[in-house]
């Protein structure tokens, strides 16, 4: 059992097939979620068939220089327009899959409130065991970022079998993680199953995940949650990190979420 950090890595992300690659040739450097924006969105307007917009209309967007006389090229601009008209179901056929590691339950029972343009697959607590003489080695946790050693109350330490006055708040957390994997062994140990004797595991209790989620379904996520908005520093730790591995792979996206 150990105090845990936030880990978020991007696995995979859309990526245009090899037989539509084929049919047009790259204007510079256009990516795959791009060629998948102009396609979808134009769709919605061309007479072009979906498999041929890219081959005939890319050049017009993606080598010419926007028309607005904004920055990028003239997809740039579209893309620019697509979200100020808020058309954004056109930007739901980018997706991105992320590894989340080391986060709490408490900032998993909000990340699964976003639900609409989301999948999660989740870490149970119910089939690995979080006992200190399992696999795992018990459970890490994750302290709040306003738990801190200047907060101080008086309690009785258990450690040292005697009262403490002015206990920093960090020491009290630590306890109290420690008192929790105490009497959750004790519970496995007395033949209470782990599906049982994780109701006693805290909100703290690290877990993690694999999450799937649309371009749109992100911008939504950041927008509620980025800081400024009234989140938890953890969940919004977590949507910075997941701005950082979209941009990583489409930069373009990165205006978007200054928007929002």
């Not at 909100?203 to 993690?208: C, D, E, R, S, V």
């Not at 911008?219 to 979209?246: D, H, M, N, P, W």
Request: hydrophobic content about 40%.
């Amino acid at each position: 059992m150990a105090e845990t950090k936030m880990n978020v890595q991007l696995i995979a992300h859309t990526q245009v097939s090899r037989s539509f690659l084929d049919t047009f040739v790259p204007c510079g450097d256009e990516t795959d979620g791009q060629a998948v924006a102009l396609t979808a969105i134009r769709t919605c307007y061309s007479a072009n068939k979906p498999t041929e917009i890219v081959a005939k209309e890319g050049a017009k967007y993606f080598g010419s220089k926007a028309s607005d006389g904004g920055a990028g090229t003239d997809a740039d601009r579209l893309f620019r327009h697509i979200f100020a008209s808020k058309h954004t179901s056109t930007l739901e056929h980018i997706s991105f899959t992320f590894a989340i590691e080391g986060v709490s339950r408490a900032l998993l029972a909000q990340l699964t409130r976003h639900r609409v343009g989301f999948s999660f697959s989740v870490q149970s607590q119910r089939y690995v065991r979080m006992g200190s003489d399992d696999k795992i080695g018990g459970f890490d946790y994750v302290v709040p970022d306003k738990v801190t050693s200047d907060k101080k109350a008086d309690m009785y330490d258990f450690e040292y079998g005697m009262p403490v006055e002015d206990l920093p708040a960090t020491d009290i957390f630590a306890e109290a993680m420690e008192l929790s994997q105490l009497f959750y062994d004790k519970l496995r140990e007395a033949g209470v199953p782990a599906e049982d004797a994780r109701a006693f595991l805290p909100n703290a209790a690290a877990t993690n995940l694999v999450m799937t989620a649309n371009l749109t379904a992100l911008l939504s996520f950041y927008s509620k949650r980025k800081k400024g908005r009234g989140a938890q520093a953890e969940i919004t730790e977590l949507a910075e990190a997941l701005r950082r591995e979209v941009v990583a792979v489409e930069p373009w996206t990165d205006q978007f979420f200054e928007e929002v």
